[in-house]
């Protein structure tokens, strides 16, 4: 069964430094892959996707991602956090060709960050 | 634009009872999908429906059912309620069998078992 990773529950960082969340998957094929992003009391928030095509994603709010085949991974990226990046960060994967956006999501178990003055 | 809204916000049950949670998907969506976020876990998939059928399912028992409405909009049902289904339930919509959509979420429903 495919499975998602976030391997950091809990990072904590200064603001204007560089944040990196990490994201593996285990399934065999390329899947879509997601971030997601989820501020205290709230749904989620799309930060970036992957589908196809360029393997460096930009996504809202300054993120991008990277897409390793051969890591079976997708870190996410910030080059200066903000305070208001405080919040928990979810990897999801969808397996491909799954038709559509008709697609049920496989999350992690996410990654909240805490941001420092 | 409204986007997806959820209702209530939250909920207190006590176990054994019945509970209905609500959604409304946003505007142009068609697709409602369901989601358990247990604390400190990640959402879990429960259900989608679309053209006002259950099209996939997750691992979830049959005590949690769900409808979905000419308008598109959705109820999630939940029997027999357990002290583990405390959790947030998080409501989905995307635009069904279009590729390349993102699913736009709600705020989602706390539910509370006592």
New interface residues.
């Given amino acids: 069964a495919q499975s ?1 990773t976030q391997p950091d529950i809990h990072i904590t960082v200064s603001e204007g430094a560089s944040l990196e969340l990490r994201c593996n998957y285990s399934y065999g094929a390329t899947p879509y892959l ?1 971030w ?1 992003v989820q501020s205290p ?6 930060l970036l ?1 992957y ?1 196809s095509g360029d393997t460096l994603v930009q996504g809202i709010k300054g993120f991008e991602a990277e897409f390793k085949r051969s890591q079976s991974s997708f870190n996410l990226r910030k080059p200066s956090v903000h305070w208001s990046d405080a919040a928990e960060y ?1 990897c ?1 994967v969808v397996p491909e060709n799954s ?4 697609y ?7 990654t909240l960050l805490t941001v420092n003055p | 634009d409204a986007g ?1 809204t ?1 209702s209530p916000t939250h909920l207190i049950k006590t176990r054994g009872q019945q509970v209905t949670l609500r959604c409304s998907p946003k505007s142009g969506h068609d ?1 409602v ?1 369901w ?1 358990q976020q247990a604390l ?6 429960i259900f ?1 429906y ?1 053209e006002e059928e259950e ?2 399912r ?1 691992n979830f028992p049959d005590r949690f059912s769900g409808h979905q409405f000419p308008n598109y909009s959705s109820e999630l049902n939940v029997n027999a309620l357990l002290l583990g289904d405390s959790a947030l339930y ?1 409501c ?1 919509s ?15 429903t706390r539910l509370s078992i006592l």
Avoid at chain 2, 98 to 108: A, L, M
């Fill in positions: 998602v997601f997601y009391g709230q749904g989620l928030q799309l996707k589908f979810f999801a038709g559509g956006s008709n049920k999501l496989t999350f992690g178990k996410g | 997806v959820q697709t999908s989601y400190g876990q990640g959402p879990q998939f989608q679309y099209r996939q997750g998080l989905a995307s635009l069904g069998w279009v590729d390349n959509q993102p699913q736009h979420f709600g705020d989602g």
